[in-house]
């Protein structure tokens, strides 16, 4: 089956750790993204890839970081500076300009 | 730039009632627009597109949208609302060739039995 995968569903950290969200996808898209959601926000992108080794801000990136080693994975690690690190995680996948689809989402607690 | 402004964050409906979710977009070049649904603790998954040709979009689950040009819409509607309707929407614009999509705020759909 073709699609985006997140993993882990949920998952649960202490403060002061970094983590890491994995995204893969095997739908041959160039562009991968990842997004943030909080009750009553909306989405708001973190981060957001075009093409393999290349990735760009999106309008949260403080605290989170990417790497886009293979076309099919773009993993984000939430580090230990980033403040209200508990959301909900979105990976998407799509072609330049066009809809994007979304992953299952993994839903972090850090405590 | 582009932008998306979907009016009211909360909309009820009865149960068979009209759905009808607004969503109004700015764009200085001809918009690609999608409107998405997200049911609790999952992803969001495409209801419909337009980018061109037939203003008048059918999508998955007997929602359709128009894209009014003249009225920068593109407003969701459903004949007969059912109750596995409840859920979260939103509206996206891009465009062709662009690095991201827009999205609206989102509107949560509730109906009432």
């Known amino acids: 089956d073709g699609g985006i995968t997140q993993s882990p569903k949920y998952l649960f950290r202490k403060e002061g750790q970094n983590v890491t969200l994995s995204c893969e996808q095997n739908?041959?898209?160039?562009?991968m993204y990842w997004y943030r959601q909080d009750p009553g926000q909306g989405l708001r992108l973190i981060y957001y890839?075009?093409?393999?080794?290349?990735?760009q801000k999106g309008d949260i990136a403080e605290g989170y970081s990417v790497s886009r080693e293979k076309k099919e994975s773009f993993p984000l690690t939430v580090t230990s500076a980033q403040k209200n690190p508990t959301a909900f995680y979105l990976c998407?996948?799509?072609?330049?300009?066009?809809?994007?689809?979304f992953g299952p989402g993994t839903r972090l607690t850090v405590t | 730039a582009q932008s998306v402004t979907q009016l009211g964050s909360h909309v009820s409906v009865s149960e068979g009632a009209l759905v009808l979710l607004r969503c109004n977009y700015s764009?200085?070049?001809?918009?690609?627009l999608f409107w998405y649904v997200q049911y609790p603790n999952q992803g969001l998954q495409l209801l419909l597109k337009?980018?061109?040709?037939?203003?008048l979009v059918k999508g998955i689950n007997g929602f359709e949208a128009e894209f009014k040009k003249s009225e920068t819409s593109f407003h969701l509607t459903k004949p007969s609302a059912h109750m596995s309707d409840a859920a979260e929407y939103f509206c996206a614009v891009s465009r062709q060739g662009a690095q991201k999509l827009v999205f609206g705020q989102g509107t949560r759909l509730t109906i009432n039995p």
């Open positions: 739908l041959n898209h160039d562009a």
């Open positions: 337009y980018t061109t040709g037939a203003t």
């Open positions: 764009s200085s070049v001809p918009p690609y």
């Open positions: 890839s075009q093409i393999v080794n290349d990735f």
């Open positions: 998407a996948s799509g072609d330049r300009g066009y809809e994007q689809y």
